[in-house]
């Protein structure tokens, strides 16, 4: 940071000034916030801020450029001052907790998630942050006084994790005078040398530390894009995995394949990991290249095998030889899980003749609007574990899981907002014909197509008063319905093109109208307890109805499905607790052992409704999960 402060406190700054200068003295006008001036090296505190927000909300578009960025390192000192103070609070609620011991934890990380409406793991990086400026004096006081702010604090507090404390005080000292002028690349490598130097063995302790924590990661991009990335790989696997990337890159340029090199990587990654061939990547050959010039799926790439880079073994041979999606197993979950999905995955060679897209194992759980998966309206999806997609997005995706007999249907019924209040489970999907041949698959807007049937049309022109009698139809009308699992079969592969649209086909109609749908005990009331199990373990269709009801694990944040997590009960069944929708929740295995921690309490109003009370006496409350509205 380039920005400086002088010494001594803010207490003699309260005086109310205008926005940006000090009194006139004589003739001259000092500004204030101007490079080198009172404010612009005022050390943070409620002095500065007061001043800082005075020119916020006064005159801050009459400042000069000078005085402009005076303002601009004002806020970010006082932000690092007011980061030193939370972090402050964390540590002196940690010191109020019991040390976590073998086989016990505090669950402060679970306290600060509630209270700042964090996840767990911005709530674990918040209070491991803490811990680490607490052996880190200086560092702090630096903090504080905004000569450094809170990237570069986290910087320093990282790469002496696993350093003993005096080791970690010698990196300190080296580092942390240079630290305002470095950006945090630069402070980081500079850390990193001083660690190394200080204990040699300390980067292979931290390394196999965090080889412990090592996943693969997929999420939503904001561009509605998708992101798959493997964290906490060895450095040698993942540099040789890179290479691999990139020579089958090169390889498809040299081929002719369309793209940069940046998008050519993009789509080996992809193929690779979907058991997609590469050479399906490559355009179609024209007529005056016979296909037998063109090098087979599987075959090796010319180049690319250079030292250290041999052949996978996998089926398709070369260094990028493909994966075989039947090696992965599936969920267990019965059905594929409580929202339909895949069940099993579909197998090898279920994907269209000459597609280049393999079968899947596995499970997927998809949810969309009826009317998004009829073609007759654009509302999103969503994709459990990932979060929203939109509706073409679904329905190719559908398109997918249609493809295996095993898929799971289910259609749950919403109310206002979007909270489930029925639901019913197909014995099978709407079968051929449903979304192909003479009825081809539907896409939103249509493209020529008539008038659409009353009720049928774009998001919100729903009949009033439409009620859910025989799988969401009434008279022919759509309700509020949604279709979890998958959709027509039929429709071609991801990224088809879309096709003509047009009215519901009768094999969608008929098949809805057969699904038997029942109302969900949620909301207000009192249960009638219709499902109760008397056993200690609820049925399968309870089990089901509860992770329909819930969607996520119940505790305040936490965004793990319903179908990884515990059915546990409220009231515990030893003390009497009912095996009923009443009682019975979703929680993640890790928020399932915090609320039997001392000092934790958990209540269940009405069905699906938890409040919790937590150590530090303050409640919060969850409610059922809303499905996209």
């Given at each position: 940071?380039?920005c400086h402060?002088v010494?001594?406190?803010?207490?003699?700054?309260r005086?109310?000034l205008a926005?940006?200068?000090?009194?006139?003295d004589?003739?001259?006008?000092?500004?204030?916030?101007?490079?080198g001036?009172?404010?612009?090296?005022m050390?943070p505190?409620?002095g500065?801020a007061?001043?800082a927000?005075?020119?916020?909300?006064?005159r801050?578009?009459e400042?000069?450029?000078?005085?402009?960025?005076?303002?601009?390192?004002?806020?970010?000192?006082?932000?690092s001052w007011a980061m030193?103070g939370e972090?402050?609070?964390v540590t002196?609620?940690?010191?109020?907790r019991?040390?976590?011991?073998l086989?016990?934890?505090g669950?402060?990380?679970?306290?600060?998630a509630?209270?700042?409406?964090?996840?767990?793991?911005a709530?674990?990086?918040?209070t491991?942050?803490?811990?680490?400026?607490?052996?880190?004096?200086?560092t702090?006081?630096?903090?504080e006084e905004?000569r450094?702010?809170?990237?570069r604090a986290?910087?320093?507090?990282?790469?002496?994790?696993?350093?003993?404390d005096a080791?970690a005080g010698?990196?300190?000292?080296?580092?942390?005078a240079?630290?305002?002028?470095?950006?945090t690349?630069q402070?980081?490598?500079?850390c990193?040398r001083?660690?190394?130097?200080a204990?040699p063995?300390?980067?292979?302790r931290?390394?196999r530390?965090?080889?412990?924590?090592?996943r693969?990661q997929?999420?939503?991009?904001t561009?509605?894009?998708?992101?798959l990335?493997g964290?906490?790989?060895?450095?040698?696997?993942m540099?040789a995995?890179d290479?691999?990337?990139?020579?089958?890159?090169?390889w498809?340029?040299a081929?002719?394949?369309?793209?940069t090199?940046?998008?050519?990587r993009a789509?080996?990654?992809?193929?690779?990991?979907?058991g997609?061939?590469l050479?399906?990547?490559?355009p179609a050959p024209?007529a005056?290249?016979?296909?037998?010039d063109r090098p087979?799926?599987g075959?090796?790439?010319?180049?690319?095998?250079?030292?250290?880079?041999?052949?996978n073994?996998?089926?398709?041979g070369?260094?990028?030889?493909g994966?075989?999606?039947?090696g992965?197993?599936?969920s267990?979950?019965?059905?594929?899980?409580?929202?339909?999905?895949?069940?099993?995955?579909v197998?090898?060679?279920?994907g269209p003749?000459?597609?280049?897209?393999?079968?899947?194992?596995?499970?997927?759980n998809l949810?969309m609007?009826?009317?998004?998966w009829?073609?007759l309206?654009g509302?999103?999806?969503?994709?459990?574990?990932?979060g929203?997609?939109?509706?073409?997005a679904?329905r190719?995706?559908?398109?997918?899981?249609?493809?295996?007999?095993a898929?799971?249907w289910?259609i749950?019924?919403?109310?206002a907002?979007?909270?489930?209040v029925?639901?019913?489970?197909?014995?099978?999907?709407p079968?051929?014909?449903?979304g192909?041949?003479?009825?081809?698959p539907h896409r939103?807007p249509?493209?020529?197509?008539g008038p659409?049937p009353?009720g049928?049309g774009?998001p919100?022109?729903?009949p009033?008063?439409?009620?859910?009698?025989?799988?969401?139809l009434t008279?022919?009308?759509?309700?509020?319905?949604r279709?979890?699992?998958a959709?027509?079969?039929?429709a071609?592969?991801?990224g088809?093109?879309p096709?003509?649209a047009?009215p519901?086909?009768i094999?969608q109609?008929?098949?809805l109208?057969?699904?038997?749908?029942?109302?969900?005990?949620t909301?207000?009331g009192?249960?009638t307890?219709?499902?109760?199990?008397?056993?200690?373990?609820?049925?399968?269709?309870?089990r089901?109805?509860?992770?329909i009801?819930d969607r996520?694990?119940?505790?305040?944040?936490c965004r793990?499905?319903a179908?990884?997590c515990d059915?546990?009960?409220?009231i515990?069944?030893d003390q009497?607790g009912?095996?009923?929708?009443c009682?019975l929740a979703p929680?993640?295995?890790?928020?399932?052992?915090?609320?039997?921690?001392a000092?934790w309490?958990?209540t269940?109003?009405t069905?699906?409704?938890l409040?919790w009370?937590?150590?530090?006496g303050?409640?919060y409350?969850?409610?059922?999960g809303?499905y996209p509205?």
């Amino acid at each position: 940071m380039a920005c400086h402060q002088v010494s001594g406190g803010p207490s003699a700054a309260r005086e109310a000034l205008a926005a940006g200068f000090v009194h006139r003295d004589g003739e001259s006008v000092g500004p204030g916030f101007a490079g080198g001036a009172a404010f612009d090296r005022m050390a943070p505190g409620p002095g500065l801020a007061g001043l800082a927000a005075d020119a916020w909300y006064g005159r801050l578009a009459e400042l000069s450029d000078d005085e402009l960025v005076g303002v601009l390192c004002a806020w970010r000192r006082l932000g690092s001052w007011a980061m030193a103070g939370e972090l402050a609070a964390v540590t002196e609620l940690a010191r109020r907790r019991p040390a976590p011991g073998l086989n016990e934890d505090g669950h402060l990380d679970e306290e600060v998630a509630a209270a700042l409406t964090l996840t767990g793991r911005a709530a674990t990086r918040l209070t491991g942050l803490a811990a680490g400026l607490a052996r880190l004096p200086g560092t702090a006081a630096a903090l504080e006084e905004g000569r450094i702010d809170g990237p570069r604090a986290a910087v320093i507090a990282d790469e002496t994790s696993a350093l003993d404390d005096a080791a970690a005080g010698a990196v300190e000292e080296r580092v942390l005078a240079k630290a305002p002028g470095q950006t945090t690349g630069q402070l980081r490598a500079a850390c990193r040398r001083a660690a190394l130097a200080a204990d040699p063995e300390a980067g292979i302790r931290r390394r196999r530390r965090a080889e412990k924590d090592a996943r693969v990661q997929a999420w939503l991009e904001t561009s509605g894009t998708g992101a798959l990335a493997g964290l906490g790989l060895p450095p040698a696997e993942m540099i040789a995995a890179d290479q691999n990337i990139d020579a089958g890159a090169r390889w498809l340029k040299a081929q002719g394949a369309a793209g940069t090199l940046e998008q050519l990587r993009a789509k080996v990654f992809t193929a690779k990991l979907s058991g997609r061939a590469l050479a399906t990547l490559l355009p179609a050959p024209a007529a005056d290249h016979p296909a037998a010039d063109r090098p087979a799926p599987g075959a090796g790439y010319p180049g690319t095998a250079g030292p250290g880079l041999p052949g996978n073994g996998l089926p398709g041979g070369g260094p990028l030889g493909g994966l075989a999606g039947s090696g992965l197993p599936g969920s267990g979950l019965p059905g594929g899980g409580p929202l339909g999905g895949l069940a099993g995955g579909v197998l090898p060679g279920a994907g269209p003749a000459g597609s280049g897209w393999p079968g899947w194992s596995g499970s997927v759980n998809l949810t969309m609007p009826l009317t998004a998966w009829l073609g007759l309206s654009g509302q999103p999806g969503e994709v459990a574990g990932l979060g929203a997609l939109d509706a073409g997005a679904c329905r190719d995706l559908a398109d997918l899981l249609a493809r295996h007999p095993a898929t799971r249907w289910c259609i749950t019924v919403t109310g206002a907002g979007g909270r489930a209040v029925a639901h019913g489970c197909a014995r099978a999907g709407p079968g051929p014909g449903s979304g192909s041949g003479s009825d081809p698959p539907h896409r939103w807007p249509p493209r020529g197509a008539g008038p659409a049937p009353p009720g049928t049309g774009p998001p919100g022109t729903a009949p009033p008063g439409g009620k859910a009698v025989g799988g969401g139809l009434t008279d022919g009308r759509l309700t509020d319905g949604r279709l979890s699992g998958a959709g027509p079969p039929g429709a071609g592969p991801p990224g088809a093109g879309p096709a003509s649209a047009g009215p519901a086909s009768i094999g969608q109609i008929t098949w809805l109208a057969q699904v038997r749908i029942c109302g969900l005990e949620t909301g207000t009331g009192t249960c009638t307890h219709t499902r109760e199990t008397r056993g200690y373990r609820p049925s399968e269709t309870l089990r089901h109805l509860i992770k329909i009801r819930d969607r996520r694990c119940s505790f305040p944040g936490c965004r793990r499905p319903a179908a990884r997590c515990d059915d546990d009960h409220t009231i515990g069944y030893d003390q009497g607790g009912r095996t009923c929708e009443c009682n019975l929740a979703p929680l993640c295995r890790h928020h399932h052992r915090t609320k039997q921690a001392a000092g934790w309490q958990l209540t269940q109003p009405t069905p699906g409704t938890l409040t919790w009370t937590l150590p530090h006496g303050r409640s919060y409350t969850t409610t059922p999960g809303l499905y996209p509205d």
